[in-house]
C-alpha cells in the first residue's frame, strides 16, 4: 500500500535561513507528488507537483522540491526562509501514476509544523 | 472563478443529530472526494467519488454516508454524529485523466460535535 512519511513533525527555523522539509514514500510506481501548504486556520494550497521529467521542480513562494528515486524522497526547499512561511507542509502522492486502474486518491503524510524565528 | 465551495464552514451540533456538509465544484470534474484533518494525522481520506452514481470508500469511512446525484455535488452525511467526528473536513474535485491530477480543496468546514 502506498503511504507518505514526513520524519519532522515540528521545525523551527530563524528568518533567513535555508529550510529543507523531509517527504519520503512508498509507492510501487512512478507515483504522482505534491506539497501543499496550510496556514493557520486556512485550507490548502498547492506548492509545487512533480509527474514526470526534470527531478527538481519550481513552485510558488520560491519553494523548490527534489525527486530522487533511489531514496524514495521528494524534500521541499527554500533557500531563504520569510517569516509568512511559518504554517504547515503536507507532503502527499496520487496511485495516478499508472494509468487504467487507479482512483487518483491522495496519500498524505501526517505534516510538518513549520515555526520562524525572528 | 473556478471554485470547490463547502457549506457551511462552521457548525456546531450536538450528539445524534443528522447533518449534512455540502460541496460543490464548478469544473466539470468528474473525480470528488471528503478529507478530515485531525491534529498529528494528516489528512485522511473518508470518501469518493470517480463520476455520478460511482462512490467507494476511503480509509476512514465508518460514521458517514455520502451520494453523488449530479456531477458538480458531493455532499457529506453524519446521520448520527458522535464527538469522534469532531474535526476539520475538506472536499477535492479533479479530472481524474488530466495529466498531472491535481486536486482542487474547497476550503473547509470545522465540525464540532457535542
Known amino acids: 500500500a502506498q503511504s507518505v512519511t514526513q520524519p519532522d513533525i515540528h521545525i523551527t527555523v530563524s528568518e533567513g535561513a535555508s529550510l529543507e522539509l523531509r517527504c519520503n514514500y512508498s509507492?510501487?510506481?512512478?507515483?504522482?507528488l505534491f506539497w501543499y501548504v496550510q496556514s493557520p486556520g486556512q485550507g490548502l494550497q498547492l506548492l509545487l507537483k512533480?509527474?514526470?521529467?526534470?527531478?527538481l521542480v519550481q513552485g510558488i513562494k520560491g519553494f523548490e522540491a527534489e525527486f530522487k528515486r533511489s531514496q524514495s524522497s521528494f524534500n521541499l526547499r527554500k533557500p531563504s526562509v520569510h517569516w509568512s512561511d511559518a504554517a504547515e507542509y503536507f507532503c502527499?502522492?496520487?496511485?495516478?501514476?499508472?494509468?487504467?486502474?487507479?482512483?487518483?486518491?491522495?496519500?498524505f503524510g501526517k505534516g510538518t509544523k513549520l515555526s520562524v524565528k525572528p | 472563478e473556478a471554485q470547490v465551495t463547502q457549506n457551511p464552514r462552521y457548525l456546531i451540533t450536538v450528539t445524534g443529530k443528522k447533518l449534512t456538509v455540502t460541496c460543490s465544484q464548478n469544473m466539470n470534474h468528474e473525480y470528488m472526494s471528503w478529507y478530515r484533518q485531525d491534529p498529528g494525522l494528516g489528512l485522511r481520506q473518508i470518501y469518493y467519488?470517480?463520476?455520478?452514481?460511482?462512490?467507494d470508500k476511503g480509509d476512514v469511512p465508518e460514521g458517514y454516508k455520502v451520494s453523488r446525484k449530479e456531477k458538480r455535488n458531493f455532499p457529506l452525511i453524519l446521520e448520527s454524529p458522535s464527538p469522534n467526528q469532531t474535526s476539520l473536513y475538506f472536499c477535492?474535485?479533479?479530472?481524474?485523466?488530466?495529466?498531472?491530477?491535481?486536486?482542487?480543496f474547497g476550503p473547509g468546514t470545522r465540525l464540532t460535535v457535542t
Open positions: 477535492a474535485s479533479s479530472h481524474p485523466w488530466d495529466r498531472d491530477h491535481e486536486q482542487y
Open positions: 467519488s470517480m463520476n455520478v452514481e460511482v462512490t
Open positions: 509507492y510501487g510506481a512512478t507515483p504522482y
Open positions: 502527499a502522492v496520487s496511485d495516478f501514476g499508472n494509468y487504467g486502474g487507479s482512483q487518483g486518491n491522495l496519500i
Open positions: 512533480y509527474f514526470s521529467g526534470d527531478t
